[in-house]
């Protein structure tokens, strides 16, 4: 990889990945960029959690907090940097995806493989909304990479990357702890990794990994595992038993169809001929180990559905990072440059499209969690605690975790904020916010006031606001946001 940022030692795969990744990370910055007025819900809550630097919350790990919170102070909280700090994840993944792909295939066939993703339309409207997946892009093709690496050459620095990694990762999001079952399926049946049982170097990275996560283990367990009973039991199911299992079985399919059918199309306008009816493993390596990383995935998200878990569609995100390499297994024939153009061109064209499509549907569907300015919340807020407290200074914020989030944002984070419904971030902050008071703001009152009354025993007087947004030719709306102080001093 040395000679990767080259550009005169470039091959032409290598020339068209760095420069598809810097257009797609340039413009997936710019076109959010363009319309957002205030932040996205994921980005908002984000950020909340960073400010804090709590080793957790009642949601996520905390690291998905601390990358985006210190990335965006570099830049003062401008809204371009929430998304510059996705797609630098999504570019580095990217390379990493790259990485392993090349210990299977040669580099025509390797950018094949790491792009392939790239087909799959939900990836493209999902990577700008920092989150917590976001990361996963980053870290969990470290994983893989490291992972394969320390099974084959059996370095130490690789298997103490792959437990910083993967480290890294659970701190980002939990799911990450279901890839090393698969990693451990591997070492089992593949007779050059059973090998690894017999070195300490796998030893001697566990012990790093635990001790990197011992932080937030000892959070954990300060807090009662408060965030597992989120994760069980913290939303709504969306969907019956049955459609449930149904659901999770498409959105694990559905990507695999995206990618694959790119790939049949490369072959079929390169070669002038379709692929083979009857499938042939061209690199049984890529897909035996593919296979177990993906089959690992997708076996343990079917059996959580199989026994009624509440699932989200967007806990498969990880699966597709390997998918290309997969997918490529069974590509016959050369990749030749021709190969590669032919590619190239389909990714290129299928990227403007869903760039435009983004791009006028966020300009002409008028949403206020895009197009509602943050600044006019702040200053109807200020106005709204003076009246009531004749005090110019709001000393906290707690309510809906997007409004409370926003209005942190104007203030670049120099007051603090959580939402009501979070108990380790409230607990987090109970003794000031009683001491001094705060500024309690969300749009549904109701539920916001019982959780008031529950935490701080006080009964709420709202007062009622209606803030205009609109797309840049879009239709003119109102959002409706409530007021309420919670003063000082209360038990």
Known sequence: MKKFFNWQAMTYSQKFLTLFLIFSALMWTLIP?????????????????GSTFNLGNAKHPPMSGYMLYNFCRIFNFANFSIFLASQLCVVFGFLYIYKLARCFYDRNKSVMATLLITFYFIYNYETPKFNANIPHILFIPMMCYYFYRGVTANKLKHWVLLSVSGACAILSKYYAGIIFLPFFAYMLFDKTARKSFLSYKPYVAGAVFFLLLSPHLYHLYKTDFLVFNYISH??????????????????IIVPILCMGAAAIVTYALSERKLPLAKLQIANFAAFKYTTIVLGGQAAVIMCMALTNQRMETMWTFPLYFTAGIFLMSFYQGESTDKTLHVFAKLAIIFAVIMMSID?????????????????????AAE????????????????GDIWLASMLQNTYKYSIKACPDMDPILTNLHIDKIKSSGALVVTPFPKG?????????GVDLVWQKFEFPYQAKFGKKKLHTVYFAILPPGKK
């Open 33 to 49: 960029t363009s319309y957002y007025q205030s932040l996205h819900l994921d980005p908002a809550e984000t950020l909340m959690w």
């Open 234 to 251: 913290g939303g709504v199911k969306q969907y019956n038993y049955f459609t449930q299992i149904g659901v999770m079985a498409v959105v």
């Open 359 to 379: 791009l006028i549907y966020s300009n002409t569907k008028s949403s206020f969690r895009r197009h509602l300015k943050k600044e006019i919340v702040r200053h």
């Open 383 to 398: 106005d709204f605690y003076f009246q009531n407290t004749n005090s110019h200074k709001i000393p906290f914020v707690i």
């Open 448 to 456: 916001c006031s019982a959780n008031i009354k529950k935490t701080f």
